[in-house]
């Protein structure tokens, strides 16, 4: 490690790993990166690539879903949309797509439960375009009252396809079935009602609250270097005042919703999800639960995909995951199944997450799960976007980067006893809950199936 004096910034000292690793007759050049922290609190940090053509700038803001008032739920993704409409300099939606697509590039968006991105791709020739643009759009976007109202249809209808699509509506609904009625378990978009109601006010308001720079990261990966980013950026962001953040509801697990939660649809198929709620990101075991789904659900060798798929014929698709968030998270078992199979399809996916609990993995099964983890985790970060995503994420949420090196650690040393620990700390009947949607259904026979 080593602290960087650049432009007489208060900088950060940044994981660094130079040089070339020799391993196992392999070179690896391993990743590497920079930090530095602007005056006004702003951070930035880069992730040199020099073998690219691209270069990737991710804009974070440490504000999602969570941390509005009820009756803005959806707000940070409605603004998310407006950041888009034109500034000053960029009066349209056009103008400002054009500038980074006319260079090839590719420019969007997405609002989570605690932070939103911003994020663009172009050829690394064109970076000082890419982070102007970025700054541009989310400091001086003009959040016209005329386009405010032109763009809440097109969120409305962004509501509406979600609600359509069965697999997904059957998602949000495990996640309020889970969490409760406190904000985690709030739909990230807010409601068609909701969002009917928002005005220019609230988003500059929102703004006030929330866009200050000790809550906002630049994280820039790809074929440039820190000092370059720096002298782009900090003229752009300089001037962005400071802010106290507002603090944020905490979890309160004591909330929850029910157990079961239906929608019936004339569709042909059952989507499902059995969820249980888990720890937050920082949890010590949450490197045992990476390897406890990976043997239950994770891919073609899982336990799941075996038993639901190929020995008994119950589904197409089938497959476990989990969803972190500071202080909580949620355990999900999804499946695709014909109606008359979805009672047995519960059971036997229940039945694949007791063993867990009951029986440790074998050793063979978990040196399996632990190569399939670690293959999956390096392949993930082949590019410069993954990697800027990945580093930006990390800053926002965990104020800190861990290297990959340190994670592929972390995996090697969880034993067959942890996996079963955490599966016993975890996979509790008493917290079970069901959402399904699909033709038909009765609440009683899925409770039933989860007794």
């Given at each position: 490690?080593?602290?960087?004096?650049?432009?007489?910034f208060r900088?950060?000292a940044?994981?660094?790993?130079y040089?070339?690793?020799?391993?196992?007759?392999?070179?690896l050049?391993a990743?590497?990166?920079?930090q530095?922290?602007?005056?006004?609190g702003l951070?930035?940090?880069?992730t040199?690539?020099?073998?690219?053509?691209?270069?990737?700038i991710?804009?974070f803001?440490?504000?999602?879903?969570?941390?509005?008032?009820?009756?803005?739920?959806?707000?940070?993704?409605?603004?998310?949309?407006?950041?888009?409409?034109?500034?000053?300099?960029?009066?349209?939606?056009?103008m400002i797509?054009?500038?980074?697509?006319?260079?090839?590039?590719?420019?969007?968006?997405y609002?989570n439960?605690?932070?939103?991105?911003?994020?663009?791709?172009v050829?690394?020739?064109?970076l000082?375009t890419?982070?102007?643009?970025?700054?541009d759009?989310?400091?001086h976007?003009?959040?016209?009252?005329?386009e405010?109202?032109?763009e809440?249809?097109?969120?409305?209808?962004e509501?509406?396809?979600?609600?359509?699509?069965?697999g997904?509506?059957a998602?949000?609904?495990?996640?309020?079935?889970?969490?409760?009625?406190q904000p985690?378990?709030?739909?990230?978009?807010?409601?068609?009602?909701?969002?009917?109601?928002m005005q220019?006010?609230?988003?500059?308001?929102?703004?006030?609250?929330?866009?200050?720079?000790s809550?906002i990261?630049?994280?820039?990966?790809?074929?440039?270097?820190h000092?370059?980013?720096?002298e782009?950026?900090?003229p752009?962001f300089k001037?962005v005042?400071?802010?106290t953040?507002?603090?944020?509801?905490?979890?309160?697990p004591a909330?929850t919703?029910?157990?079961?939660?239906?929608?019936?649809?004339?569709?042909?198929?059952?989507?499902?999800f059995?969820?249980?709620?888990i720890f937050?990101?920082?949890?010590p075991d949450?490197?045992?639960l990476?390897?406890?789904?990976?043997?239950?659900?994770a891919?073609m060798?899982s336990?799941l995909?075996?038993?639901v798929?190929?020995r008994?014929g119950l589904?197409y698709?089938v497959g476990?995951?989990y969803?972190?968030?500071?202080?909580?998270?949620?355990?999900?078992?999804?499946?695709?199944?014909n109606?008359?199979h979805?009672?047995e399809?519960v059971?036997?996916?229940?039945?694949e997450?007791?063993?867990?609990?009951?029986?440790?993995?074998?050793e063979e099964?978990l040196?399996?799960?632990?190569?399939?983890n670690?293959?999956?985790?390096?392949?993930?970060?082949?590019?410069?976007h993954?990697l800027?995503?990945?580093?930006?994420e990390?800053?926002?949420?965990k104020?800190a980067?861990?290297?990959?090196?340190?994670?592929?650690?972390?995996?090697?040393?969880?034993?067959a006893?942890?996996?079963?620990?955490?599966a016993k700390?975890?996979?509790?009947?008493e917290?079970l809950h069901c959402?399904?949607?699909g033709p038909k259904?009765?609440?009683d026979?899925?409770?039933n199936a989860?007794?």
């Open positions: 490690m080593r602290i960087v004096r650049l432009l007489d900088e950060a940044g994981w660094l790993e040089g070339l690793n020799e391993r196992e007759g392999h070179t050049l990743v590497t990166w920079e530095t922290t602007l005056p006004n951070r930035i940090v880069t040199p690539m020099p073998a690219t053509q691209a270069v990737s991710n804009l803001v440490g504000v999602g879903s969570r941390s509005e008032p009820q009756r803005l739920n959806g707000i940070t993704h409605f603004l998310e949309h407006m950041v888009f409409k034109g500034t000053e300099r960029r009066p349209d939606a056009v797509a054009e500038e980074i697509e006319g260079a090839g590039g590719t420019l969007n968006a609002t439960k605690e932070f939103t991105c911003y994020w663009n791709i050829p690394f020739d064109r000082d890419a982070i102007d643009v970025t700054a759009m989310l400091l976007s003009k959040l016209e009252q005329e405010i109202d032109r809440r249809t097109v969120v409305q209808q509501l509406k396809r979600n609600h359509d699509n069965p997904a509506w998602g949000r609904l495990i996640g309020t079935a889970v969490y409760g009625a985690p378990g709030w739909d990230v978009g807010g409601s068609v009602e909701l969002v009917q109601e220019r006010a609230d988003f500059v308001s929102h703004i006030g609250d929330w866009y200050h720079p809550n990261v630049l994280s820039v990966a790809g074929n440039t270097n000092k370059r980013v720096v782009l950026a900090e752009l001037d005042p400071r802010g953040i507002p603090g944020v509801t905490s979890y309160d909330t919703g029910p157990k079961v939660v239906t929608e019936s649809r004339d569709v042909d198929q059952c989507s499902m059995i969820g249980l709620p937050g990101r920082d949890d949450r490197f045992a990476r390897l406890m789904n990976d043997v239950l659900g891919g060798s336990r995909f075996r038993e798929r190929e008994r589904a698709s476990s995951g969803g972190y968030l500071a202080d909580a998270g949620v355990f999900t078992i999804s499946a695709g199944v109606r008359e979805l009672a399809a059971q036997c996916c229940l039945e997450a007791w063993k867990l609990a009951d029986t440790r993995v074998p099964e040196r399996k799960a632990k190569d399939h670690i293959g999956r985790f390096r392949l993930s970060l082949e590019t410069a993954s800027g995503q990945r580093h930006g990390l800053l926002i949420t104020d980067i861990e290297s990959i090196d340190d994670v592929v650690t972390q995996i090697e040393a969880i034993t006893e942890e996996v079963q620990a955490v700390r975890l996979l509790r009947r917290d959402s399904v949607v259904l009765n609440e026979e899925i409770a989860m007794a």
